[in-house]
């Protein structure tokens, strides 16, 4: 009877399972195991869970067996790691987990010392521990080989799909079963398939013999030579069928920095898979590894000293690469420009000091969208090439390319590229699904003929098992598949940049992930401190700089502060999708951050103070304004808040007596109403703005109601709770209408406010309206007590401008985006990030919406919306619990927004003007550098890395370009431009600023 190719394929399947219940010859118990030194039985469970503990037993291996086919097993309830001690050898250390639980032997005896904590490889609590498996196997090897190259002869065939090879190696296998002596002695036969999964459903089983006799030598001989045959076989098969494709395998094992679990456990994560990959590589020589992120090899260098200075070896051997350039892998929608800028520059700066390495690669696998701003920083710190595969996760539309030219906004290209494994994406293996698989889906195989494969579990760590690394040796024999070959990563690369066309696909702009727009809100609390705790350093960097340019001492480095601040960026902290203990950790190391920065401005202050020309003023005080725009003079000080009529030149120092600090003119406040000489806002009854009048061009803000505050109790994604927000959840919006008090809380004359007071359910909502007397902003400063779970939080303000496109902050420039969804790629855009303000605009006039914390916005139609707060269950069950403060605000103006000053707006409500007592200095403004020409921001002004030297980093923020002139004062000059490393760099072309450009200049004396 003739079956179908499926049916033999199926047949095969089931006799190569049987070829495995005979791969282990022997076995002998390991035992006399200690728990905490307490004994503990093979087979029993532990007698606590908690934190980390200690497992150690001895084992002895029998006389007769061959320690090189000797094979230690182990599964003992949790992750650990693993030493393997033996008298006269070295110790080696391995990580145990699910897909790591087979070892070699250092010796004939050796001792056992575990170090494990009862959880899995994504955070999962073991609930009953238990001391399951532990002996040691002598590996019948030919069996071992030939299972698995039948395996691989197996998915080859069923993955190849209508190949005309199939039925050849479906021939070739069923020949190589027909030549086996295999063994069928009741006792034995049924022993050793008593694993198989369908005995296992039987009632009862019979009494099974110990220890069943494994292969004769003859029935082994008969191994061996169907192995070769086969090996034959599928070489003629090649000749016939060559092979399809190339791909590189990099060895990987992505380790989240921290997720579903917190950082001390990373630690251990990253302990137990480097050690794994170092034992990889003695067993197989041609085997690279690659591993991104600057900060797990600092951690390493202080936890485990002589690990550190094996991947030393092993990167100096050319087994091991490092790779990415940056601190961690961040998240790229909401760090400030500034934050991408220390990621590169403290990531290639580690690199070069311990490894002797810079960066070309980018690696950024697995981030929720990118940026347009990275390609040109990337460029800037000497890396011309960007790897990700997150673009294939977006569900709405197909990204088009994965080999393409990826322009930023400035105009800066990168190479990039992407794969689509279909077996667990970039935590890939070398089975032939996978390679077949990524092959096939490799749309840029007509521009270039090999993809990249990373390969090894992860997202947990573990990284590559000796199978992977198998398979990859035997499908080097294989027809039709693609041609597999270790590689390091910037090799690749290298080799795409030569090989590409001149028509190379090019994307322009932002890359937008069509999934986990939610991650732009959740745990809104640690993206406030992170808001805070960047500005924080940026601040007091550019006071003590202005202080050093005015003759003073280089402050020590904040860099360890900038460590913190990097290290929460990583793309599973700062989205949100963590678990309750990462935020904890992130809250107290980035309020530390904060702090010791604020603690850094008010010494810088003060010697900045003290540097000042000396004069008669009694009662003084100096404002320092740290921005690259003149702002009103507008700050919160010892004695309230003052809002003047007067300005502080940008980066300049104004002393003036307290005198002169009269509030503004023309604030005046009502229970329903506040104004000031620029706007007028009527407070409706709902505690809604019923009225936003812009009085300088006479126009109404607002075409409804403006800060509607509306929850969404249907905020309950089909999948990632903490990470996704569906496009229904608008279905059941509930308007927060439970106004409990509105009342005026503060009256004049620098500033006036009225709260209002509202709940929802079990949580409570407090604003407070206020308006300074020199702002044309109306700020909303938010207090939430929140005790709801599964809602989002938004306001809503319709404003009354009509225009096909909204304005967008983003990392040193902007991102315009449709508010009209005429296209799927309109439409999935129904919640993107922002930086500091959204706006929209029409000839003339417009409105800007300004935060200090928030990411998540929607420009739909004439409606700006700002996500303030969500509460998914899952990984954080109380994620947002409880209360939190921000401010966000609503500012009318004329013209377009940068020549209104929503920029300089959003600078402010940010980053407000400091202050600090100048009696005895001189009454004026000193400014120690000017910059003039076109309108630029300021990126960054701190002390050089390695010089008295200071670094000015502007941007051109809007798209536009014009002259730039930088002149410092006090024997200071420009010593011309550096690159994001601070090395000095010949700029092309003689315009001052171009488009979106961030150029950095050194100064010198």
């Known amino acids: 009877m003739a079956l179908t190719l499926q049916q033999r394929l199926d047949r095969i399947n089931v006799r190569v399972e049987e070829l495995s219940f005979w791969r282990e010859r022997e076995t002998a118990p390991v035992e006399g195991w200690t728990f905490d030194g307490e004994p503990i039985a093979l087979g029993g469970f532990w007698p606590r869970r908690d934190g980390v503990r200690k497992l150690a037993a001895t084992a002895v291996v029998p006389d007769h067996w061959n320690l090189a086919d000797t094979r230690l097993m182990l599964n003992i ?41 009862a959880r899995l490889p994504f955070g999962e609590p073991v609930r009953e521990p238990r001391l399951t498996k532990a002996h040691v196997a002598l590996i019948d090897k030919p069996v071992h080989e030939l299972h698995l190259l039948l395996m691989q002869v197996f998915e080859a065939a069923t993955y190849l799909g209508d190949h005309e090879v199939v039925p050849h190696l479906i021939k070739a296998a069923e020949e190589t079963f027909a030549a086996l002596d295999w063994p069928s002695a009741t006792a034995d036969y049924v022993a050793r398939t008593a694993p198989q999964a369908g005995q296992r459903r039987i009632w009862e089983m019979p009494e099974l013999r110990a220890n069943p006799d494994a292969l004769r030598q003859d029935q082994r001989a008969s191994v061996v030579a169907a192995l070769e045959a086969l090996r034959e076989k599928l070489k003629a098969l090649k000749a016939r069928y060559p092979q399809q494709g190339k791909l590189a395998i990099t060895g990987h094992a992505h380790i989240d920095l921290a997720w579903l679990w917190p950082y001390d456990e990373t630690r251990r994560k990253a302990r137990r898979t480097f050690n794994t990959a170092l034992q990889l590589m003695k067993q197989f020589p041609s085997f690279v590894f690659n591993q991104s992120t600057a900060a797990y090899y600092d951690q390493i260098e202080r936890d485990d000293p002589e690990l550190f200075k094996a991947i030393q070896a092993a990167v100096k051997g050319g087994q091991w690469e490092t790779i990415g350039a940056m601190w961690v892998e961040p998240d790229t929608n909401m760090p400030t420009g500034e934050s991408f800028v220390r990621q590169l520059l403290y990531g290639q700066r580690y690199f070069e000091a311990k490894f002797g390495t810079r960066h070309r690669v980018c690696w950024l696998p697995d981030c929720f969208g990118f940026s347009g701003a990275l390609p040109q920083l990337l460029r800037q710190a000497g890396v011309d090439s960007f790897f990700t595969i997150k673009v294939n996760w977006s569900e709405t539309n197909r990204f088009p390319y994965d080999l393409f030219w990826w322009e930023g906004l400035d105009g800066s290209r990168v190479l990039a590229h992407t794969f689509d494994n ?34 090894g579990h992860g997202d947990g760590g573990g990284g590559v098992t000796p199978e992977m690394l198998e398979r990859q040796a035997q499908l080097a024999d294989f027809p039709a598949v693609p041609a597999l070959a270790p590689a390091r990563v910037e090799d690749f690369f290298a080799r795409a940049h030569e090989g590409v066309p001149a028509d190379l696909p090019v994307w322009l702009g932002e890359i937008y992930l069509e999934l986990h727009r939610a991650t732009l809100t959740t745990q809104s609390g640690t993206k406030k401190k992170h808001r805070e705790a960047e500005r924080a ?15 003073g001492e280089k402050p020590e480095s904040l860099e360890t502060h900038w460590h913190a601040v990097l290290k929460n960026e990583f793309h599973d902290i700062l989205p949100g999708s963590g678990v309750r203990e990462v935020y904890i950790d992130a809250e107290n190391e980035l309020a530390a951050a904060r702090d010791a920065g604020i603690a850094r401005q008010q010494e810088a202050l003060a010697a900045l103070v003290a540097q000042l020309p000396k004069g008669e003023a009694k009662d003084a005080v100096a404002i320092v304004n740290p921005t690259l725009a003149p702002r009103p003079v507008r700050f919160e000080g010892p004695e309230g808040p003052v809002a003047a009529a007067s300005t502080v030149a940008p980066l300049g120092i104004a002393v003036i007596g307290k005198a002169e600090l009269a509030p503004a003119a023309g604030l005046t406040v009502a229970e329903d109403r506040l104004e000031n000489a620029h706007i007028r806002a009527i407070i409706g009854k709902d505690g809604t703005v019923a009225s936003l009048i812009d009085k300088r061009t006479g126009r109404e803000a607002l075409a409804g109601r403006g800060n509607q505050l509306v929850a969404y109790p249907m905020d309950k994604p089909r999948n990632w709770d903490a990470w996704d927000v569906e496009d229904d959840y608008t279905a059941n919006g509930q308007e927060l209408t439970e106004v409990e008090s509105i009342s005026v809380v503060e009256r004049g004359p620098h500033r006036a406010a009225i709260k209002v007071v509202k709940r929802f359910r079990d949580s409570v909502v407090t604003q407070t309206y206020t308006l300074w007397a020199n702002a044309p902003r109306l700020d909303i400063k938010t207090h939430i007590d929140w005790h709801d779970r599964r809602v989002l939080l938004r306001t809503l303000t319709p404003v009354a401008v009509r225009a096909d ?8 420039g902007i991102v315009r985006r ?16 922002g930086h500091r303000f959204v706006d929209l605009s029409e000839p003339g006039f417009g409105v800007a919406m300004l935060n200090d914390g928030k990411y998540g916005h929607s420009a739909r139609g004439n409606t700006l919306g700002l996500s303030l707060l969500r509460s998914p269950i899952y990984p954080d069950p109380v994620a947002d619990e409880g209360e939190q403060t921000f401010t966000y605000s609503l ?17 402010d409500l940010n980053q407000p003007l400091l202050s600090a007592p100048a ?3 001189a009454i004026g403004t000193v400014t120690p550098v000017a910059v003039s020409g076109h309108k630029v921001a300021l990126a960054g002004l701190k002390p050089a890395e390695d010089s008295a030297d200071v670094v000015l980093r502007v941007y051109e923020p809007a798209g536009g370009r014009g002259a730039l002139d930088v002149a410092p004062t006090g024997g200071w000059k420009v010593a011309g431009d550096v690159n994001l490393l601070e090395e000095a760099v010949q700029r ?16 010198t004396r």
């Open 77 to 117: 309830g949790g992750e650990s790691l693993i030493a393997l001690s033996a008298e006269g050898a070295e110790t080696e250390r391995f990580g145990l987990d699910p897909n790591h639980q087979e070892f070699p032997v250092p010796g004939k005896r050796f001792a056992i010392d575990i170090d494990a904590v």
């Open 422 to 455: 279909p077996v667990h994406g970039y935590n890939g293996s070398t089975e032939p699904k996978a390679i077949i698989g990524t092959w096939q889906n490799f749309r840029g195989k007509t521009l270039h003929d090999e993809s990249l494969l990373a390969v």
């Open 537 to 551: 350093l940026i601040t007091a960097e550019t006071i003590s700089s202005l202080g050093m340019l005015l003759g």
């Open 805 to 812: 496109h909204a304005t967008f902050e983003c990392a040193f």
């Open 818 to 833: 449709p508010t009209h969804s005429n296209t799927s790629w309109d439409a999935a855009k129904f919640e993107v990030p």
């Open 891 to 907: 500012m009318p103006h004329g013209g377009d927004w940068l020549a209104a000053g929503v920029l300089t707006e959003a600078e």
């Open 919 to 921: 009696a005895g200095a």
């Open 988 to 1003: 092309e072309g003689d315009f001052g600023i171009r488009p979106f450009e961030v150029r950095s200049l050194r100064l």
